[in-house]
């Protein structure tokens, strides 16, 4: 695993279920492991990717889901179609490991867009949840007592001014990472 990218992801999505609802903005940056002696390895960021992607059920919608995530039809005007979408992250995140803040709800709709498309997921088979790392390294740390990523960022001060967008949670996950592994 040591030699893997790792695929940092984060998904915006129409509701909670990957069942009945589905991804309408995916991110992922890649970054490569850098060793360093004595140390984990050093992040280096190789690729940064958005998509818009079309809903194609969005009477299933949540509103809620919607209004947090910021969804209206003039920013999705030119959104992608899904299997388009999923064809290109597959070729972005073949062989990586997938990074994700709440890995179980990031990777059950990312495999459910896979399925749905018929686009094969080629990446590694590994897989890092930064909420279980947050919660192994900051467990004694009395003011970590939440550890949603706006809760991390404001406790390891990594700014999200543009929260519940893909890119920027995705960056901001990058970030809480780097100050979690101190890579």
Same mark, same amino acid.
């Given at each position: ?29 890649i970054a ?9 390895? @050093?992040?280096?960021?190789v690729? %940064?990717?958005? !998509? ?9 919608? *949540? #509103?809620? +889901?919607? @209004?947090?995530?910021?969804?209206? %039809?003039?920013? !999705? ?9 999923? *064809? #290109?992250? +597959? ?49 004694d ?19 999200n ?23």
């Amino acid at each position: 695993m040591k030699i893997h990218n790792l695929a940092f992801i984060d998904t915006e999505t129409t509701g909670t279920d990957p069942e009945k609802h589905e991804i309408i903005e995916l991110a992922v940056i890649i970054a490569r492991q850098v060793p360093r002696e004595g140390k984990g390895p @050093r992040l280096e960021i190789v690729e %940064e990717c958005e !998509w818009k992607i079309k809903p194609q059920y969005l009477e299933r919608a *949540e #509103e809620e +889901a919607l @209004r947090i995530n910021g969804y209206n %039809e003039v920013d !999705w005007m030119f959104a992608v179609e899904r299997k388009k979408a999923m *064809e #290109e992250f +597959a070729k972005k995140t073949q062989s990586c490991i997938f990074v994700s803040h709440n890995l179980v709800f990031d990777y059950g709709f990312v495999v459910k867009a896979f399925e749905e498309t018929g686009v094969e997921n080629r990446m590694h088979y590994g897989k890092l949840d930064t909420i279980s790392m947050a919660l192994a390294r900051l467990y004694d740390v009395p003011l970590a007592d939440r550890f949603s990523l706006r809760a991390l960022c404001e406790l390891l001060k990594v700014e999200n001014s543009k929260a519940h967008t893909a890119l920027a949670d995705t960056k901001a996950l990058v970030e809480v990472y780097r100050k979690l592994m101190g890579a």
